[in-house]
T-cell receptor, first 113, second 111 residues
Framework: EAGVAQSPRYKIIEKRQSVAFWCNPI?????LYWYQQILGQGPKLLIQ????????DSQLPKDRFSAERLKGVDSTLKIQPAKLEDSAVYLC???????????FGSGTRLTVV | QKEVEQNSGPLSVPEGAIASLNCTYS??????FFWYRQYSGKSPELIMF????GDKEDGRFTAQLNKASQYVSLLIRDSQPSDSATYLC???????????FGQGTTLQVKP
């Protein structure tokens, strides 16, 4: 079974620029998550999708972050404009049933300078 | 009160010893509990999950759950240097099923 694919692996941008991350979940997984992990901290959920719909985006900074999941498969997460404090690893995960946990992709390490 | 609390460590144990990692959580309605391992620069990988009170063993790993005390632990027997990593505790939210993670405990196994 292919894993969760993410790109790019690394991204360096200047503050106030925009950036987008892409995620392709495991085939057949209805639930997709975007997490933010700041160095030294645990992952924090930004947004949870169930198929096309948003289940939870309560911790997504909506003034600068946006996310979509097209046709219930691939997803993109965008930051516009970026701030220094957005420097983190952005992890995508997917699950067939969250009760059994989920699988993470390799992540995108974002550095905002 | 944090939703998930873990001692950030580092926890240092000699090779061959038992490593004990602890976690408390706030959501009394949660039904699912997980331990993820994260090597430096890598993404978290699921190593154990537990749903019922008591112990669950998988190889050198044992997860322990006490819902009344809202406490979950992970024991690693015969610790190896390759076990050196950050261990993340997580529970499934009773509302949405999302996983809520602790900050992680860094384990160092010294040869």
């Amino acid at each position: 079974e292919a894993g969760v694919a993410q790109s790019p692996r690394y991204k360096i941008i200047e503050k106030r620029q925009s950036v987008a991350f892409w995620c392709n979940p495991i085939s057949g997984h209805a639930t997709l998550y975007w997490y933010q992990q700041i160095l030294g901290q645990g992952p924090k959920l930004l947004i949870q999708f169930q198929n096309n719909g948003v289940v939870d985006d309560s911790q997504l900074p909506k003034d600068r972050f946006s996310a979509e999941r097209l046709k219930g498969v691939d997803s993109t997460l965008k930051i516009q404009p970026a701030k220094l404090e957005d420097s983190a690893v952005y992890l995508c995960a997917s699950s067939a049933d969250p009760y059994y946990g989920y699988t993470f992709g390799s992540g995108t390490r974002l550095t905002v300078v | 009160q944090k939703e998930v609390e873990q001692n950030s460590g580092p926890l240092s144990v000699p090779e061959g010893a038992i490593a004990s990692l602890n976690c408390t959580y706030s959501d009394r309605g949660s039904q699912s509990f997980f331990w993820y391992r994260q090597y430096s620069g890598k993404s978290p990988e699921l190593i154990m999950f537990i749903y019922s009170n008591g112990d669950k063993e998988d190889g050198r790993f044992t997860a322990q759950l006490n819902k009344a005390s809202q406490y979950v632990s992970l024991l690693i027997r015969d610790s190896q240097p390759s076990d050196s990593a950050t261990y993340l505790c997580a529970f499934g939210s009773s509302n949405t099923g999302k996983l809520i993670f602790g900050q992680g405990t860094t384990l160092q196994v010294k040869p």
